[in-house]
């Protein structure tokens, strides 16, 4: 059973950059697509990006277009979220999802595996 943690969360500017990271426990997940999605309290989760296993294909949420990457280092067993112009709206908590069955879009019901998430403020 593969376990995420998530890292790298924080408090920056408007405009800032931050990266998360995401590392699995319990197996490698080179085998599984990897998504980040995110939460503010009071609202649904929100898909942010999503990556295959093999790293070639991803799918982005059009409020982080050209802002975000999303990147995965199988060898270090790493996904991470590059976040650049961030903006006070981006504030939420960011969970890493897995899934063994290559889906990388934005349902979250066909991710098996969670984080437990990593608080990310953008404020003035």
């Known amino acids: 059973q593969v376990q995420l ?10 405009g800032d950059s931050l990266t998360l990271s995401c590392k699995p426990s319990g197996r490698p997940f080179s085998d599984y697509a990897v998504a980040w999605f995110r939460q503010v309290p009071g609202r649904e989760r929100e898909f942010v990006a999503g ?7 991803h799918y982005l949420a059009n409020s982080v277009v050209g802002r975000f990457t999303i990147s995965r280092d199988n060898a270090k067993a790493t996904v991470y979220l590059q976040m650049n112009n961030l903006k006070p709206e981006d504030t939420a908590v960011y969970y890493c999802a897995a899934n063994p069955s290559n ?3 934005a349902y979250d019901g066909r991710y098996n595996t969670w ?6 403020t953008v404020s003035s």
């Open 5 to 14: 943690a998530e890292s790298g969360g924080g408090m920056v500017q408007p």
């Open 51 to 57: 990556l295959s296993v093999d790293g070639g294909n």
């Open 103 to 105: 889906y990388y879009r």
């Open 115 to 120: 984080g437990q998430g990593t608080q990310v």
